[in-house]
T-cell receptor
Framework: AQKVTQAQTEISVVEKEDVTLDCVYETRDTTYYLFWYKQPPSGELVFLIR??????QNEISGRYSWNFQKSTSSFNFTITASQVVDSAVYFCALSGGVSGGYQKVTFGTGTKLQVIP | KAGVTQTPRYLIKTRGQQVTLSCSPISGHRSVSWYQQTPGQGLQFLFEYFSETQRNKGNFPGRFSGRQFSNSRSEMNVSTLELGDSALYLC?????????????FGPGTRLTVL
């Protein structure tokens, strides 16, 4: 069974602070994919990043960075110099199975980030 | 390129009724997944369709069903509505398997069961 844990339910930071959103996952699959999605107050989920289990390289995209560590089953997301527009609910998600397989995507419960001006 | 569209956006029904929600994926996308989002349970996977075949199903009762048409449009149906079915129902499309490719989400249908 797959499980994604986002222990932080809500986080508040002041604008320009850095913030890290934690994601811990459980899976028995050797091949799996991890995702982060953002759900702004407008409601529509937006894809941020995908990482497969064989690629442990960290990734940076502008103010966003992701740290994938298989040893601790974590895929954490850091926002540097947060802005009010970053206020949203962030979901970490996991899918497992062999390449080409149809495995359901399991979402974490989300972390609500509020950036205060 | 048009995004994922869902209709209707809002729906109010009473217990015992049935409801059909519609989803049009992004052109060229063959996979459509449905999710139920509630404050208490978060985002829960309902099912995924690919080329008109259900590829995966979540842990929901048989009252929840779906289908996909040859043009990739999808519908989900909930019969004998219960109060607990009140939720935001999200549809997502992806190029192929949703477990591998990024998903593009629609705005959702807000269902209220009275």
């Amino acid at each position: 069974a797959q499980k994604v844990t986002q222990a932080q339910t809500e986080i508040s930071v002041v604008e320009k602070e850095d913030v890290t959103l934690d994601c811990v996952y459980e899976t028995r699959d050797t091949t799996y994919y991890l995702f982060w999605y953002k759900q702004p107050p407008s409601g529509e989920l937006v894809f941020l990043i995908r990482r497969n289990s064989f690629d442990e390289q960290n990734e940076i995209s502008g103010r966003y960075s992701w740290n994938f560590q298989k040893s601790t089953s974590s895929f954490n997301f850091t926002i540097t110099a947060s802005q009010v527009v970053d206020s949203a609910v962030y979901f970490c998600a996991l899918s497992g199975g062999v390449s080409g397989g149809y495995q359901k995507v399991t979402f974490g419960t989300g972390t609500k980030l509020q950036v205060i001006p | 390129k048009a995004g994922v569209t869902q209709t209707p956006r809002y729906l109010i029904k009473t217990r015992g009724q049935q409801v059909t929600l519609s989803c049009s994926p992004i052109s060229g996308h063959r996979s459509v997944s449905w999710y139920q989002q509630t404050p208490g349970q978060g985002l829960q996977f309902l099912f995924e369709y690919f080329s008109e075949t259900q590829r995966n199903k979540g842990n929901f009762p048989g009252r929840f069903s779906g289908r996909q048409f040859s043009n990739s449009r999808s519908e989900m149906n909930v019969s004998t509505l219960e109060l607990g079915d009140s939720a935001l129902y999200l549809c997502a499309s992806s190029l192929a398997a949703s477990g591998i490719y990024e998903q593009f989400f629609g705005p959702g249908t807000r269902l209220t069961v009275l």
